[in-house]
C-alpha cells in the first residue's frame, strides 16, 4: 500500500514547467529514492509534498487521504538548504522546531534528551548554533527532522555535506527507522547511496517521470544480455568460437593465464549455447551476468531523453 | 499552544533577551532623560558671571545746573548676581580689552540715541539670556533719555506702549482656539510614530533576511504557513517594541522628574506658586513679574491640555500606530525576504522610507498650517496617515469633519490589509528564492504565481 500518492501533478514557474503531470507512489515502509539530474523538479515535487508550494493541477494523497494542512506533523523534512537560528541555543531551537511540529514542550524535551544521549551530544544544549562546527550542526538538523516521529521522512540531498562517518550514522539510522516503520523519501542523485539503501525509486528529468519501480525491477529492465566471462586459454580460438549469435564487446588480461572477456548475446542465443560455444576451446573459470548500476541506468536514460529532445 | 503563538514567543523573548535590546532599553531613558534634564538645566541655570566693562562714548551732559555733567550710561544699567558692570569713557583697543579681566565690552556709541548699536566684544560668548539682559538694560536707557528729550513723562510712556495679545476664536463654537499649539502635542505623536515604524520596521526586514540567509526558513514553512511566519514576526517585534516604549517612558519619567527636582529646584517651586496664584489674587499681587508668567504659561498649557481630546488621542495613537507599523513592517518583510544580502536592500528600501519621511515632513507643515490641502490629502493616504492624522487628531474633529477621520481609519484598515496580502505573496516566493538578482519586475511576476 502506498503511503504516498502523487496523481498528475504539474506546476509550473513563469518561464518554466517545473512539473509536467508527474504521478509517483511510495510504498508504505519503503526508501524510496527520488532521483534525477538538478534541476529536474525534485524539489518542485518535494515542496508541494510539504505543502511549501500549490500544485497548479494534480492530487496528493497521503495515507489514503487528501493532502491537508494537519499532516506537516505526520511529515518529516530536510531540506536540501538547511540551517539554524544561529544565535539561538541548541536545545531551545530543537525544541522550537518540534513544537512547531505540533509536539508537547515536555514530550519533545524528553525524546530529545534521548537523542543527544544517542548520538552522544549531551553538552551540547546550552551551546549556541553558531558555536558547532558544519557536521555537528547536521547532527542536530538531522535529529529535529525525524524528533516528532514522522511516518513519513523527506530528505532532500541528505549526504550531500556530510563527513563520511556522519552520512553512515545517518545512513544507519534510516535504516533503523524503516524497521520501525518509517517510510522513507530520499532525493539525491548520488546513485551509490541509492543502490545501497533504496529499494523503490522514481527517475525524474525534464520535469517528467521517466522511470518508477522497484529498484531491483527497474535493474532487471536494463540488463542488456551482457556477461562476463572468465577462462583460461588461447584467446584466438576463444573469439573464433564466438563468430555466430554473439559480441565481443571487451577483454582483457587478468591474472596470469587467465582472460575476462565480456560478452554481449545476440539475437535468441541463450546462456546455454554461450557455453556451448566456448566450452570446447576454454578452461571456464567464471561466468557472471553484467547487472546495469544504477548510475548507468540513470546516464543513460539521462541521455536518451536529451537526444530525443533534439 | 497555536503555532503562531509559538512564532510571536520566540521572537519576542529571542529579542527582549538580546544584550542590545537590555542596553538600549536603559540607554534610552538615560540619554532622553539626560538631554532633557540638560535642557532644563542649561535654560534655567546660565551658571557664568560676566565681568562687563561698559565704554560709555556718550557726551557729558548734566541733567540740570546743581548736578555734575555725567555720560548717559553712567551707573544706570543694573546689575545682577551674574552680570556686574564697570564703566569707562575711554575707549579701548582689543588687545587693551583682551589684557583686562573682564570678560566682556559692551562699547556705546557717541550717538547711540540716533543710531540705535552697539558692539559687544567678547572673549567667550556670552549666553543668550545674558545677552538679552543687557540688551534690555541698554534700550531702557535710550528709552529713558528719549522720553525725556522729548518730554514725555514716564507712565504716559507705559501707556502708550501696546502689547497686543491675539486669541484665535474658532466661528464653529465661539471659543478661544489652541489648534496651533494642540497640534504640537499631535505632532509629538506623530514623531513618536514615525520612529517606531522605522526603528522596528528595520527589525522586521533583518529578521527575515537572518531567516533567509541561515536556509532555515525552509525547516520551519514545512510546518507553518509562510504568511503565519511572516505575521508572527511582525507582531513578535510590535511587541518587542511596545515593550521598550512603554519602559521607556516609565524610566524616562522617573529620570526626569528625578534630574528637575535635583537640578532645579527652582522649577518645581514657580510650578506650586504658580497654582497658589490661580486660588488666592491677593497674594498674586505681591508675586513677582517672573512667577505672574509662569502662571500664565501654566494656565495656557493647562487650558490646552483641557482641548485635546485625550481619549480620542490615545486610541488614535493606539490604531494608528498599529496600522501604520502593520503596513510598514509588512513591506519591510517582503523587502526582505526577496533579497539575499544587506546591499540588495537599499533599491527597495526607497520606495518605503520615502514615503514615511515624506509623512514626517507634512506633518511638520501640519504645525504652520494645520488646515491645509496637503495636511488633508496626506492625513487620508494609508501611508502617510499615520504620522500626519496625528497632528489633526490633537486638534479634533467636529461634527461636520469627522468622516475625514472616519474614512482615514478606513483607508488604513484598507490599506494595511491589501500592504500584508501583497507582502505574504512576495515573502512566500521570496524566502525561497536564492541567488537571483531580483529586480521590480520579477517582483510583479510573483504576486501571478
Not at chain 1, 518508477?212 to 562476463?228: A, L, P
Not at chain 2, 528625578?258 to 506650586?272: D, G
Amino acid at each position: 500500500m502506498a503511503i504516498l500518492e502523487a496523481e498528475n501533478i504539474t506546476k509550473a514557474y513563469a518561464h518554466h514547467l517545473a512539473l509536467d503531470d508527474v504521478s509517483i507512489a511510495v510504498p508504505k515502509g519503503s526508501i524510496f529514492g527520488l532521483l534525477g539530474p538538478n534541476g529536474a523538479g525534485k524539489t518542485s515535487l518535494i515542496r508541494i509534498i510539504n505543502q511549501i508550494t500549490a500544485p497548479d493541477n494534480g492530487k496528493i494523497k497521503f495515507g489514503g487521504k487528501f493532502l491537508k494542512p494537519e499532516h506537516v506533523e505526520k511529515i518529516g523534512y530536510l531540506p536540501e538548504e538547511r540551517g539554524l537560528y544561529k544565535k539561538m541555543k541548541v536545545g531551545e531551537q530543537a525544541l522550537y522546531l518540534a513544537r512547531l511540529k505540533g509536539m508537547k514542550k515536555d514530550e519533545a524535551t524528553k525524546k530529545l534528551k534521548d537523542w543527544f544521549i544517542r548520538f552522544e551530544i549531551q553538552n551540547w544544549w546550552n551551546k549556541k548554533v553558531e558555536e558547532l562546527s558544519k557536521g555537528m550542526a547536521q547532527k542536530v538538523q538531522f535529529i529535529t527532522t525525524v524528533l516528532h516521529e514522522p511516518k513519513f521522512l523527506i530528505l532532500d540531498e541528505p549526504f550531500s555535506g556530510f563527513d563520511p562517518i556522519n552520512a553512515n550514522l545517518i545512513k544507519e539510522e534510516l535504516l533503523r527507522l524503516r524497521k520501525k516503520g518509517t517510510t522513507i523519501m530520499l532525493s539525491t542523485h548520488n546513485m551509490g547511496s541509492v543502490e545501497e539503501i533504496c529499494d523503490h525509486m522514481a527517475l525524474i528529468n525534464d520535469s517528467k517521470v521517466v522511470l518508477q519501480g522497484k529498484v531491483k525491477d527497474v535493474k532487471n529492465q536494463f540488463k542488456e544480455g551482457v556477461y562476463d566471462l572468465v577462462f583460461e586459454g588461447d584467446m584466438l580460438s576463444f573469439t573464433n568460437s564466438l563468430w555466430v549469435n554473439f559480441e565481443l564487446v571487451s577483454h582483457q588480461k587478468t591474472e596470469e593465464n587467465f582472460t575476462s572477456a565480456r560478452i554481449r548475446l545476440l539475437d535468441k542465443a541463450t546462456v546455454n549455447d554461450l557455453l556451448q560455444a566456448v566450452i570446447p576451446v576454454s578452461k571456464i573459470h567464471s561466468l557472471n551476468e553484467v547487472i546495469p548500476s544504477m548510475n548507468d541506468i540513470f546516464i543513460k536514460v539521462v541521455q536518451k531523453n536529451e537526444g530525443l529532445d533534439e | 499552544m497555536s503555532k503562531i503563538s509559538l512564532i510571536i514567543e520566540r521572537e519576542y523573548i529571542s529579542r527582549v533577551k538580546k544584550k542590545s535590546f537590555i542596553i538600549m532599553t536603559f540607554l534610552g531613558p538615560l540619554l532622553i532623560g539626560g538631554l532633557l534634564s540638560l535642557g532644563v538645566y542649561l535654560g534655567m541655570s546660565d551658571s557664568s558671571n560676566y565681568d562687563v566693562l561698559v565704554v560709555d562714548l556718550t557726551p557729558e551732559i548734566a541733567q540740570d545746573s546743581t548736578s555734575q555733567a555725567t555720560t548717559m550710561f553712567a551707573n544706570q544699567l543694573k546689575p545682577t548676581s551674574q552680570i556686574s558692570f564697570d564703566y569707562t569713557t575711554r575707549g579701548l583697543t582689543n588687545a587693551e580689552f583682551d589684557s583686562t579681566s573682564y570678560n566682556l565690552m559692551l562699547v556705546l556709541r557717541e550717538d547711540i540715541i540716533t543710531f540705535p548699536e552697539a558692539e559687544m566684544v567678547f572673549r567667550k560668548l556670552p549666553s543668550m539670556k545674558a545677552r538679552s539682559y543687557i540688551k534690555s538694560q541698554v534700550e531702557g536707557v535710550i528709552e529713558d533719555n528719549k522720553l525725556l528729550l522729548e518730554s514725555i513723562p514716564k507712565e504716559k510712556f507705559d501707556e502708550i506702549n501696546t502689547d497686543l495679545k491675539i486669541i484665535t476664536v474658532d466661528a464653529e463654537d465661539g471659543t478661544a482656539s489652541f489648534k496651533q499649539e494642540q497640534a504640537f502635542i499631535g505632532f509629538g505623536f506623530a514623531v513618536l510614530i514615525y520612529f517606531f515604524i522605522f526603528l522596528y520596521g528595520v527589525q522586521v526586514m533583518r529578521g527575515v533576511m537572518e531567516e533567509k540567509s541561515n536556509r532555515i526558513v525552509e525547516v520551519i514553512i514545512s510546518s507553518v504557513k509562510p504568511f503565519q511566519l511572516m505575521m508572527g514576526k511582525i507582531v513578535g517585534v510590535a511587541l518587542v517594541g511596545l515593550t521598550q516604549f512603554l519602559l521607556w517612558v516609565t524610566l524616562s519619567s522617573v529620570l526626569f522628574s528625578l534630574a528637575t527636582s535635583f537640578l532645579a529646584p527652582e522649577l518645581s517651586n514657580a510650578a506650586t506658586m504658580a497654582e497658589q496664584v490661580q486660588v488666592t489674587d491677593e497674594i498674586a499681587q505681591e508675586m513677582s513679574k517672573d512667577v505672574m508668567e509662569e502662571a500664565a504659561i501654566g494656565e495656557m498649557a493647562e487650558l490646552i491640555l483641557f482641548r485635546v481630546n485625550w481619549p480620542l488621542m490615545i486610541g488614535m495613537f493606539i490604531f494608528y500606530f498599529l496600522g501604520g507599523y502593520l503596513l510598514y513592517a509588512s513591506l519591510f518583510a517582503a523587502v526582505g525576504s526577496a533579497v539575499d544580502n544587506d546591499t540588495d536592500t537599499q533599491q527597495f528600501m526607497m520606495p518605503i522610507t520615502i514615503p514615511l519621511v515624506f509623512g514626517f515632513i507634512v506633518s511638520e507643515f501640519a504645525l504652520t498650517n494645520p488646515e491645509g490641502g496637503a495636511v488633508f490629502w496626506f492625513s487620508q493616504i494609508p501611508l502617510t496617515s499615520p504620522i500626519v492624522m496625528m497632528v489633526r487628531v490633537a486638534m479634533g474633529f467636529d461634527a461636520g469633519s469627522i468622516w475625514q477621520l472616519i474614512l482615514s481609519m478606513v483607508l488604513l484598515i484598507g490599506g494595511f490589509i491589501f500592504c500584508v496580502w501583497l507582502a505574504g505573496k512576495i515573502y512566500r516566493v521570496g524566502i525561497l528564492m536564492y541567488g537571483k538578482k531580483v529586480n521590480y519586475k520579477e517582483l510583479a511576476k510573483w504576486l501571478r504565481y
